[in-house]
Nanobody
């Protein structure tokens, strides 16, 4: 199973980015999908998560700026990031569980840099 994140890059404060996480190598559909981030010198933290039933959960600091979504047909999850701040600078990772597979898989991460 492989998760590949894309869409990261450099953006100015107040701008937007859309991250994608595409799964391959599994015949099972993504069940739980979460976006996490890790800034230099800090622990990895939850940004947003969504279950197969569409239940979502966001980190407190998101404050309505980010939206997680999924396309089950494409086995892909997205993170729409709006009104980004410099504190959002981090490597963003996708984490997912598939069907009855009890394992959680991680992607390699995509860098998001917010700077003027």
């Amino acid at each position: 199973v492989q998760l590949v994140e894309s869409g990261g890059g450099s953006v100015q404060p107040g701008g937007s980015l859309r991250l994608s996480c595409t799964a391959s190598g599994s015949t099972l559909s993504m069940n739980y999908v979460g976006w996490y981030r890790q800034a230099p010198g800090k622990e990895r933290e939850l940004v947003a998560a969504i279950t197969s039933r569409g239940t979502v959960n966001y980190g407190d600091y998101v404050q309505g700026r980010f939206t997680i979504s999924r396309d089950n047909a494409k086995n892909t999850a997205y993170l729409q990031m709006n009104m980004v701040k410099s504190d959002d600078t981090a490597v963003y990772y996708c984490n997912a569980r598939f069907g009855t597979d009890a394992n959680y898989y991680w992607g390699q991460g995509t860098q998001v840099t917010v700077s003027s």
